[in-house]
Nanobody
Framework: QVQLVESGGGLVPPGGSLRLSCTAS????????IAWFRQAPGRQRQEISC???????YYDDSVEGRFTISRDAAENTVHLQMNNLQPKDTAIYYC???????????????WGQGTQVTVSS
């Protein structure tokens, strides 16, 4: 059974950090492009970062310089290190697997259930 599971969300104060993890079962993450999307209440789901099968990384301008995406092949996991979090980063964060990095949700066949990130004092 193909499954993606996100973890690591929570409540942090502004300026804090979190590391999200996306762990796969039933397939090898290293054979896919893996993206992180987020969706705030009343907003569309937006891609914020992606790592291609070849290891190229992409970041939305809103997180460039603060977030880092990385692979852990041994754990079949992709991490998203999020630093200097701000209230505008509050959203549900989803990981997704596909053939290529794309800003379109339709480009990804597999999705996790999401993890809530709340940035508030």
């Amino acid at each position: 059974q193909v499954q993606l599971v996100e973890s690591g969300g929570g409540l942090v104060p502004p300026g804090g950090s979190l590391r999200l993890s996306c762990t796969a079962s039933g397939f090898t993450l290293g054979n896919h492009a893996i993206a992180w999307f987020r969706q705030a209440p009343g907003r569309q789901r937006q891609e914020i970062s992606c790592v291609s099968e070849g290891g190229n990384t992409y970041y939305d301008d809103s997180v460039e310089g603060r977030f880092t995406i990385s692979r852990d092949a041994a754990e079949n996991t992709v991490h998203l290190q999020m630093n200097n979090l701000q209230p505008k980063d509050t959203a549900i964060y989803y990981c997704a697997a596909g053939d290529y990095c794309s800003t379109y949700t339709t480009g990804f066949a597999y999705w996790g259930q999401g993890t809530q990130v709340t940035v508030s004092s």
